[in-house]
Each structure stands twice: as C-alpha cells, then as structure tokens.
C-alpha cells in the first residue's frame, strides 16, 4: 500500500511491475485476508493503524480481483486501464513524430517486443502491455535466481530503455 502509492508518484512503470507482484502474491495467499495478515502483513514493523490500513487495501485488492474474475490470472482494471493511457500515449509520440529520441528508442526495442509477443502467444495485446509483461517475467527470473543469458539481457535492455523513455514523457504530463 505505502510501497505501491510511492512507485505511482514516482514511477509508472515500477507501480504496474510491483502490483503485478501483489496480485501474484494475493493469488498464491488463496485470496484469503488472514493468510496474507501471517505471511505479509505481519512481517513489517509498523504500528496497528498502519497496519489496518494495509489489511483493508489487500481486502480491497481481493474484492476488486474476485469482482473481475481476476483469481487465477491477469491484471485489475485499474491497471488495464494505466496500461492503455501509456500505450496512447506511446502512440501520440510516434505519430507526432517530432520525439526522435523516443522513436529511436521504440526501433530498437520493436523487434524484441515482436518477439515476446510471439513467445507468450499474447498476440492481442499491445507493444506496451506486452513490454510490462516481459520485464515482469524477467523480475520473476531474477528473483527465482535462473540464469538468464547475455543475449535475452540485451534484448531486455532495449524494453527497458523504451520503457523508461514513455515512463519519462508519462510522469512528467502528469505530475
């Protein structure tokens, strides 16, 4: 909760990858608000209020995720929805052509993304859901500890690049 609003001030990308997290972390405490109470909540040092705080908000993330079917996989709405005003926006930037470091950063990814678009078989979804996606896959990697080659780690390297140039532009139009 506290994590999660500090990440959205500062950085959109980081907010969508950490909540990504929070609702795996939700999904493998079986949705169940006493289970993530011992397994999480109860690990941080703070006091009771924050603490109910932090109770109430995962209690709203299960009600928000059992609301849109969201048990099992995929992301909140709210997050769907973020995830699109970045890719719009990803989109005003290249149209408007006048950003050449943005475009060049999107050329240097765009066959990376084409990649994993085809390696997750997520044809439908869009260049920036599908670059969130990857580099979420990738933190799961690390935090796993499996090896990831230098080559995968180049190609990375280019989705986080675009990613943080729209982040950039993101943040900067909206704070």
């Known amino acids: ?15 969508l990858l950490y909540m990504y ?6 999904r493998a405490n079986k949705l169940d608000i006493d289970t993530i109470e011992q397994t999480l909540i109860s690990k941080f040092e703070l006091d009771y209020d924050v603490k109910r705080e932090m109770r109430e908000w995962y ?3 299960i009600s928000m995720m059992r609301d849109e079917g969201k048990e099992k996989s995929g992301h909140l709405k709210i997050l769907e929805t973020t995830v699109e005003q970045l890719h719009e926006m990803h989109h005003q930037i290249l149209n408007q052509g006048v950003d050449m470091a943005y475009k060049e950063a999107f050329n240097r990814a765009k066959a990376n993304i084409e990649a994993l678009r085809m390696r997750s078989g997520h044809g439908g979804e869009n260049d920036i859901q599908v670059a969130l ?5 990738l933190l799961i990697l690390k935090l796993k500890k499996t090896p990831v080659t230098g080559e995968t780690m180049k190609a990375f390297d280019t989705i986080r690049e675009l990613v943080a140039e729209l982040t950039s532009r993101y943040m900067e139009a909206n704070h």
């Open 59 to 61: 209690r709203t993330l």
């Open 133 to 137: 996606n990857g580099l979420y896959g």
């Open 1 to 15: 909760m506290i994590i999660a609003q500090q990440k959205r001030d500062e950085n959109i990308a980081e907010y």
């Open 21 to 26: 997290q929070v609702e795996d972390m939700i």
